[in-house]
């Protein structure tokens, strides 16, 4: 993956860990849990998820999810080092294959020892369907170049190690670990294999040769130096900037950024919903479109976090005629937690979020209810009736990859790109518990939508014309340029 990519996604997760980190250092034992906490913790996640997963069992039989537990508590046999602990957790939610059932406690432990100075193992890898390909130098010799392609890590070969990942990582489906192992490899090679002063990597060379490199840990400021030391020519792209722009020759682009308020919107004041900007930012990006005279629109969700639906909206309302919907069935499980969690919000009885707070407060703890989904209206204001065409990659999440299942169910887009590592059908729109001794943040999906198409397939969104992402190395945007040659060529 990029740099910026990598650093992102390690410094949202030392932020999202932050607090927990703290947690376990003012615990009065410093590193461990005692067998009786230990137990009881295990039990409270087990019963907590029954109550609030929407859908616990859809993946694992009750029978298969109880002789799991049951293992893992057979496991603790006396004090259990917190570390060990956390990634027991870890294993025992990775065990349901739902990618939105997770916690990041283990994820503490690595920025607890990073932030002390630890070493990790500096690999920045893509993923070219099954294979794992090197895109930084991971050191400063000649071995091991960028486009290099990884057969072992430490010893495992690569399907061995993706399966002892998969242990520990939430994920839907193979694509999904994936793209999780691409964005954060150096920290799940510290979960895998633990503190390593150096690990051995098996790799075929771009040029065909069989290497084998032993590549030394090193601080996180040690590899982000020798990265920007020894940079790799890429595509200059800011996934979150939100853009727009005559392409010329009648194709116009945007780039939304993300469907939420950014930091710099917010303001001082911080407040985690402000629309405004982001509303403005369309309407004038549908002004200048209208006023290009283009008749093809590419919008471009490469990389995209995805967000709020209200956001997205915004820019689906301007490209239909007719009133659309989100999703075509919406299910939520009223648990204790997340009836508590949705009493006290306030919103519009209109919107998604309004009547789902309503029925929440009407239901049964434990009850699974289905949600009316609101039709959102078209928006004539600079509408836009020419072609549109998406961009996606398997990093378009979230709500990005549902509005990109959205426009492709209702006909209004060409999707272009590569399958998407998330699933516009899914178990999602998370809440959180924490557990009493731990106090491991749990994460769960209160909610199942099911894409507008009806389909439940577990799958990404599955583009219409694939392209393949640039080569390593490249410094073209092959991807985005592949698609004005095709939308060129459909005229």
């Given at each position: 993956m990029n740099i910026t990519g990598l650093r992102n996604f390690l410094f949202a997760l030392l932020f999202a860990t932050a607090s927990a980190v703290q947690a376990g250092n003012a615990d009065p034992c410093?590193?461990?849990?005692?067998?009786?906490?230990?137990?009881?913790?295990?039990?409270?996640?087990?019963?907590?998820?029954?109550?609030?997963?929407v859908d616990l069992f859809a993946r694992r039989s009750r029978a298969e999810y109880d002789a799991k537990i049951t293992a893992l508590l057979a496991r603790i046999d006396g004090p259990v080092q917190r570390a060990q602990f956390n990634l027991t957790?870890?294993?025992?939610?990775?065990?349901?294959?739902?990618?939105?059932?997770?916690?990041?406690?283990?994820?503490?432990?690595?920025?607890?020892?990073?932030?002390?100075?630890?070493?990790?193992?500096?690999?920045?890898v893509v993923y070219r369907d099954a294979a794992m390909l090197t895109d930084n130098w991971a050191g400063k010799g000649a071995a091991l170049p960028p486009g290099s392609r990884i057969t072992a890590l430490g010893g495992l070969s690569l399907p061995e190690f993706e399966a002892q990942a998969r242990r520990i990582i939430s994920a839907d489906t193979t694509r999904l670990l994936r793209a999780q192992i691409e964005l954060g490899l150096p920290a799940y090679l510290y979960l895998?294999?633990?503190?390593?002063?150096?690990?051995?990597?098996?790799?075929?060379?771009?040029?065909?040769?069989?290497?084998?490199?032993?590549?030394?840990?090193?601080?996180?400021?040690?590899?982000?130096?020798?990265?920007?030391?020894?940079?790799?020519?890429?595509?200059?792209?800011?996934?979150?900037a939100r853009i727009y722009r005559d392409l010329g020759d009648g194709v116009f682009y945007l780039q939304p950024g993300p469907f939420s308020a950014t930091g710099e919107e917010r303001g001082e004041d911080g407040a985690?919903?402000?629309?405004?900007?982001?509303?403005?930012?369309?309407?004038?990006?549908?002004?200048?479109?209208?006023?290009?005279?283009?008749?093809?629109?590419?919008?471009?969700?490469?990389?995209?976090?995805?967000?709020?639906?209200?956001?997205?909206?915004?820019?689906?309302?301007?490209?239909?005629?007719?009133?659309?919907?989100?999703?075509?069935?919406?299910?939520?499980?009223?648990?204790?937690?997340?009836?508590?969690?949705?009493?006290?919000?306030?919103?519009?009885?209109?919107?998604?979020?309004?009547?789902?707070?309503?029925?929440?407060?009407?239901?049964?703890d434990g009850e699974r209810v289905t949600i009316a989904v609101p039709e959102t209206s078209p928006i004539a204001e600079n509408a836009f009736d020419g072609r549109v065409w998406v961009l996606v990659n398997r990093h378009t999440y979230s709500n990005a990859?549902?509005?990109?299942?959205?426009?492709?169910?209702?006909?209004?887009?060409?999707?272009?790109?590569?399958?998407?590592?998330?699933?516009?059908?899914?178990?999602?729109?998370?809440?959180?518990?924490?557990?009493?001794?731990?106090?491991?943040?749990?994460?769960?999906?209160?909610?199942?939508?099911?894409?507008p198409s009806g389909s439940e397939e577990v799958r990404g969104v599955v583009p219409d014309f694939l392209i393949a992402p640039a080569p390593v190395g490249s410094a073209h945007d092959r991807m985005l340029e592949t698609a004005v040659t095709q939308i060129g060529l459909t005229r």
């Open positions: 410093g590193d461990c849990l005692s067998a009786q906490d230990a137990r009881e913790d295990l039990r409270a996640l087990y019963e907590g998820l029954q109550q609030e997963h957790l870890h294993e025992a939610l990775a065990f349901g294959n739902v990618g939105h059932a997770k916690t990041e406690a283990a994820m503490a432990d690595v920025f607890s020892h990073v932030g002390n100075g630890g070493a990790i193992i500096p690999l920045s895998v294999f633990g503190p390593r002063e150096a690990l051995r990597v098996d790799y075929i060379a771009p040029d065909g040769t069989a290497g084998s490199h032993n590549v030394a840990g090193m601080p996180l400021g040690e590899m982000y130096a020798l990265q920007d030391a020894r940079r790799v020519p890429r595509p200059d792209r800011k996934a979150g985690a919903y402000f629309i405004d900007p982001f509303r403005d930012f369309v309407r004038d990006a549908f002004a200048a479109l209208a006023a290009s005279g283009a008749r093809d629109l590419v919008i471009d969700l490469r990389d995209n976090g995805g967000g709020d639906a209200s956001f997205s909206d915004l820019i689906i309302a301007r490209l239909t005629n007719r009133p659309f919907r989100y999703s075509a069935r919406y299910e939520v499980r009223a648990g204790p937690n997340t009836k508590a969690a949705w009493a006290g919000r306030e919103s519009d009885p209109d919107t998604l979020g309004g009547r789902i707070k309503a029925t929440l407060a009407s239901a049964a990859a549902v509005i990109a299942a959205l426009m492709q169910d209702l006909g209004i887009a060409t999707i272009m790109g590569e399958e998407t590592a998330d699933l516009p059908t899914t178990y999602g729109a998370v809440e959180r518990f924490s557990l009493p001794h731990s106090g491991a943040e749990i994460i769960y999906p209160k909610a199942y939508m099911v894409r």
